[in-house]
Every structure is written in C-alpha cells, then in structure tokens.
C-alpha cells in the first residue's frame, strides 16, 4: 500500500510508543512524503525534543529510524502537481501533501480533518489505518 504521510502522523510516531508507530513500520506499506515534511520537522524540533520521553541519543536514532522508511519527493518534482493540488484546499502547508499524493497515486495518512473536504485524494486516519492493515 502506497501511503504519503504528514508531518503530524511523524511527531505521533516519534513521540511515543503507540498505534501510529507501529503501522508506520508495516512492511507492506510504502510512506511517501514532500521533501517540505523535513522542514515541518526542523521547525517544531525543540518542541519534540521536549516532549520526548527519552534521552536525546535515543531521540535522534529514532527520527532516522522513522525517516528510513520514507520515500521523499523533491520540490521540483511536486511543482506540476501543485496547481490541482491548491484547488482541493485552500491550506497552503496541505499542498505539497495533496501533490506528492497526486504524482506517487497514493492515499494520505493524516488525522487532520482538512484533508476530508475534499474527494479526490482518499484520506485514512490513523484508526482507518488500522483497519486497513489489519491491526487489533
């Protein structure tokens, strides 16, 4: 299963051991994201670090960890996209999801409701994931 992932359904898996990280290293799904998700990461990183119930070692391992799954596209890449992109939602930050979306033919994991409004990329949220995958 192709999925692109947002920067929300990253911070819950690097946050804790919980529903989120485990679906996040099921081998049958291939995560995908915009290259924009690392910058997402760089801005809220001290808030993270923070929150982390960890040392900073362990942090910083994880976070690799969780990255190494991720297949990123690069902005040049997304660009085409970016027009159809922009009239499914008039979020700007949801944009480089929608079109790495669009070019990889993938889902969007993400349990921000924005996404729902529209209908042509189909959104799971973390509980559909579940579903989807087969986790009890």
């Known amino acids: 299963m192709k999925v692109t992932v947002d920067a929300n359904i990253?911070?819950?898996?690097?946050?804790?051991?919980?529903?989120?990280?485990r679906i996040w290293f099921v081998p049958e799904i291939q995560l995908f994201a915009p290259r924009f998700l690392l910058k997402e990461f760089q801005k809220y990183a001290p808030y993270l670090?923070?929150?982390?119930?960890?040392?900073q070692r362990e942090f910083r391992l994880l976070y690799e960890k969780l990255l190494e799954q991720?297949?990123?596209?690069?902005?040049?890449?997304?660009?085409?996209?970016?027009?159809a992109a922009a009239s499914l939602?008039?979020?700007p930050k949801d944009w480089l999801y929608l079109a790495c979306a669009l070019k990889?033919?993938?889902?969007?994991?993400?349990?921000?409701?924005?996404?729902?409004?529209?209908?042509r990329v189909k959104i799971k949220t973390t509980q559909e994931m579940k579903e989807e995958v087969g986790m009890l």
Not at 49 to 55: A, I, L, S
Not at 73 to 83: I, N, S
Not at 104 to 119: A, L, R
């Open 10 to 21: 990253l911070f819950s898996a690097l946050l804790k051991k919980s529903l989120t990280r």
């Open 70 to 83: 991720v297949v990123f596209a690069k902005d040049e890449e997304l660009k085409p996209y970016l027009p």
């Open 104 to 119: 990889e033919d993938t889902i969007i994991w993400s349990d921000d409701k924005e996404f729902k409004k529209q209908t």
């Open 89 to 91: 939602s008039t979020d």
């Open 49 to 55: 670090k923070k929150k982390y119930q960890g040392n």
